[in-house]
């Protein structure tokens, strides 16, 4: 069956129940579901989803993973469970996805999850709040500690008897950390360097086209500072908030890349043609030709949404990035050679990839507020942004943003722009930051209020207590609402929605929970309520009725 846009219309939640096919540029190509084409529905499929009603979990501050009827969930890893003789898994887990071994067997494959920092008080024993002058008392086994713990792990799981379980001592499992070389994939140096050390600040991702994990560094300046410029050009050095420069001399410009790992062998490689900043995510696109587009934002307040289309057949390396003017709906060429502009301001492209946000500000780029998380819908190709918030702009809800490429090409330098969401109590959700669309064209999100502002009352987010995953349906009597379906332990955040190849099981991170301890004998929480009896961030499988039938188009015959 041919693809037609013109058969769906441009917003989610009233797409045709008689008619679906997945658009071919998302078969096997990084998007979160990893959908597959459908035929027409049965009428029996087509009255289930029509009579679908789902039932809403109300805002709750307590301290457990709920979820809504129809739902459960099992504990996968948590921090510090063995993957093998040698490696645990590290903290902070963040962004999930899952490679089958084999397409006909959904039940049996590689999980890679980022580890985005640490709580050294958890990790390393040192608490910064006991010293006015903290890094004068750090030391390297603390540091090395905390190295070790960010990164990434690659587990290889399996599904038996309804329980997912990591396969002991698998070849397969792994750490990348903080120390785990890794190269440049571009032609000149950086800082004298082709292989630098170690990832960290590792946020969302995705995969790739040809099955290899993507994973983005960032709040990268948190570990070895930053380089900054002021209007002569005159670079200065800002000191990062945990001090590890005062241990290992990394450069900061080595830091805030898309790195790929493969998983056969845990080899890892930056992409610098992909740009230097805050990477939230990196969602790939396979063009009929074999170019690749990625789609990244910039997670600061202020910052940019990006866009990278290359010129070669499967590759992160040669092509062109581009940054958006959301208001003339264009993208605009990073390009040292045809833009003065940056010919002026800096001596060749590679300094322009390693300075990115000046770059683009100096085209013209439009300011967004916090530009996390994108993911491409599986029926309109319409591309979905979050926008979290930007507290010093009085947007403390955040929004989604919609973005339709010119005649639906993906490759095209226009676009429209619409707001699709707006968070705040009306539509039921605050600061929105993953998105993952299931197997069925069901959008899904889960919410990022900080700690600092949860359950406060002096903070607008005490409506919506603690952090929670949210589905959009595109179906049934609910179909455009927002319904609220899980509701994350105290000062957790739900992360990394990843759904297995068969929509049976949502894989997700339950990231920081018990984050507002300050001492060990006291934690805010104790999830996941082990016999250590502190909080460990883990990853759960989400399994249940509720999640088949959301899923159910995946189920028809082909």
Partial sequence: MKYNRRKFISFLGKASLGFMVTPPFLIGCGNTAMPVKTKRLSEEKFRQLKDLALEALSPSNKDDLLLTKGLDYHVIVKWGDKISNKDSFGFNNDFTCFIPFDKKNPKDGLLWVNHEYVNPLFVSGFNFKNYDDPFRHRTLEQVDKEMYNVGGSIVRVKEENG????????????????????????????????????????????????????????????????????????????????????????????????????????????????GRFAHECCTLYELDDKRVVAYTGDDKDDEHLYKFISSKPGSLKAGTLYVADTINGKWLALDWENQPVLRNKFKDQTEVLIRAREAAKLLGATELNRPEDIEIDPITGNIFVTLTNNKSKNDFHGSILKIEETDGAFDSLTFKTSTYKVGGEENGFSCPDNLAFDLSGNLWMTSDISGSAMNKENWPYMPFKNNGLFVIPRYGKDAGKVIQVASAPKDAELTGPWFSPDGKTLFLSIQHPGEQTTDLKTPTSKWPFDEDNIPKPAVVAITGVLIEKMNMLNQIEM
């Fill in 163 to 274: 329980r997912w379980n990591i396969v002991e001592n698998d070849p397969h499992n792994r750490r990348i950390t903080a120390k785990t070389p890794m190269q440049l994939n571009w032609d000149h140096p950086i800082k004298g360097k082709t292989t630098v050390i170690g990832t960290h600040s590792n946020c969302s991702g995705g995969i790739t086209p040809w099955n290899t994990f993507l994973s983005c560094e960032e709040n990268y300046d948190s570990f070895f500072g930053e380089t900054e410029y002021d209007e002569n050009n005159t670079a200065t050095k800002r000191s990062s908030d945990y001090g590890w420069e005062n241990f290992y001399d990394y450069p900061p410009e080595h830091y805030g890349w898309v790195v790929e790992i493969d998983p056969k062998d845990g080899t890892a490689q930056k992409h610098i043609a992909l």
